[in-house]
């Protein structure tokens, strides 16, 4: 029986394999043994399908469990879930920006952002402000690593069982390596004692 889930579950698969050009309504189709015409029964259209396909592997990125309650933690954690996914799934850093609206695991995640910065004294668009901007490292770094060749900067493998922080143990060998993971870490703790400057300073009455 073809269902939402199935043709969702495809989709996924095709994109993480071929990249977004592969993946049409009639390649879909074809992978379940089924008409195209049919899938339009669930789906309006490419982009009606894109958004949930976006909707379903964003669900990774959502923390297990309570956030935690210091703002620093909570965002390292966001953060690295979300280089996790969209390194899985590459093409997602191409989706995100182009959906119409949030599905509900995109709400859940917004969620979880609000409550990770619930602690910080700042006015909601000043602190969206900096959850963005972390954010924006986060796709960035994320598409630069998902396009690099294979075999750039590697390393042995660190196993995951090895990394401290288990948000990253899923990366593929070939990004699971010190030289990958010091420059994201790297990166990310300058981008977000930026962010506790910003805080500090507001709460000082600074600029």
């Given at each position: 029986?073809?269902?939402?889930?199935?043709?969702?579950?495809?989709?996924?698969?095709?994109?993480?394999?071929?990249g977004?050009?592969?993946?049409?309504?009639?390649?879909?189709?074809a992978?379940?043994?089924?008409?195209?015409?049919?899938?339009?029964?669930?789906?309006?259209?490419?982009?009606?399908?894109?958004?949930?396909?976006?909707?379903?592997?964003?669900?990774?990125?959502?923390?297990?469990?309570?956030?935690?309650?210091?703002?620093?933690?909570?965002?390292s954690?966001?953060a690295?879930?979300?280089?996790?996914?969209?390194?899985?799934?590459?093409?997602?850093?191409?989706?995100?920006?182009?959906?119409?609206?949030?599905?509900?695991?995109e709400?859940?995640?917004?969620?979880?952002?609000?409550?990770?910065?619930?602690?910080?004294?700042?006015?909601?668009?000043?602190?969206?402000?900096?959850?963005?901007?972390?954010?924006?490292?986060?796709?960035?770094?994320?598409?630069?690593?998902?396009?690099?060749?294979?075999g750039?900067?590697?390393?042995?493998?660190?196993?995951?069982?090895?990394?401290?922080?288990?948000?990253?143990?899923?990366?593929?060998?070939?990004?699971r390596?010190?030289?990958?993971?010091?420059?994201?870490?790297?990166?990310?703790?300058?981008?977000?004692?930026?962010?506790?400057?910003?805080?500090?300073?507001?709460?000082?009455?600074?600029?």
């Open positions: 029986m073809l269902t939402p889930e199935a043709i969702i579950d495809a989709a996924i698969r095709i994109a993480d394999a071929e977004l050009d592969a993946l049409s309504i009639r390649r879909v189709g992978e379940l043994n089924a008409r195209a015409m049919s899938l339009y029964h669930h789906f309006d259209s490419k982009a009606d399908l894109l958004g949930a396909m976006a909707n379903e592997v964003v669900a990774e990125v959502l923390l297990e469990g309570p956030v935690p309650a210091d703002w620093r933690e909570a965002l954690k966001i690295r879930r979300l280089y996790a996914t969209l390194i899985g799934h590459p093409w997602l850093v191409f989706v995100l920006p182009k959906r119409p609206r949030f599905g509900p695991n709400a859940k995640q917004a969620e979880q952002l609000a409550l990770a910065m619930a602690s910080v004294d700042l006015e909601p668009a000043e602190v969206w402000t900096l959850v963005g901007t972390v954010n924006d490292y986060v796709l960035g770094h994320s598409l630069r690593a998902a396009l690099a060749p294979k750039v900067d590697l390393e042995e493998p660190i196993r995951g069982r090895d990394l401290v922080d288990q948000e990253l143990a899923a990366l593929p060998d070939w990004l390596t010190r030289a990958s993971l010091e420059r994201f870490e790297s990166g990310l703790k300058i981008v977000l004692n930026g962010v506790e400057r910003d805080i500090l300073e507001a709460g000082a009455g600074g600029p």
